[in-house]
């Protein structure tokens, strides 16, 4: 089985920087995506950051020019660079793998348990 685990989560006051790491293990053949999704309570899960492995990064426009995203391929594992941040970036934080176990297995989503990151004074 494919497991994905978040790490970097804490608390951190406004203005602030933190950042994220998420590992994927397990059997797995290729990655197609990797992205960061955040929760905050009471609203829906909301994407914020993507890495295809053959296209341009995107990003939620509440975190441009704040966040980064980075694959370190060869450790099949995704950063968030998170900075600047703001009480509005509470939330919990986890780590989407588009992935396939074999060359001949169909992509499938894989997710973390989360991460929680708590921007406050």
């Known amino acids: 089985q494919v497991q994905l685990v978040e790490s970097g989560g804490g608390l951190v006051q406004p203005g602030g920087s933190l950042r994220l790491s998420c590992v994927a293990s397990g059997r797995i053949f290729s990655i197609r995506t990797m992205g960061w999704y955040r929760q905050a309570p009471g609203k829906q899960r909301e994407l914020v950051a993507t890495?295809?492995?053959?296209?341009?990064?995107n990003y939620a426009d509440s975190v441009k020019g704040r966040f980064g995203i980075r694959r370190d391929n060869a450790k099949n594992t995704v950063y968030l660079q998170m900075n600047s941040l703001k009480p509005e970036d509470t939330a919990v934080y986890y780590c989407?793998?588009?992935?396939?176990?074999?060359?001949?297995?169909?992509?499938?989503?894989?997710w973390g348990q989360g991460t929680q990151v708590t921007v406050s004074s």
């Open positions: 890495a295809p492995s053959g296209g341009s990064t």
């Open positions: 989407n793998a588009d992935l396939r176990q074999g060359i001949l297995s169909a992509y499938a989503d894989y």
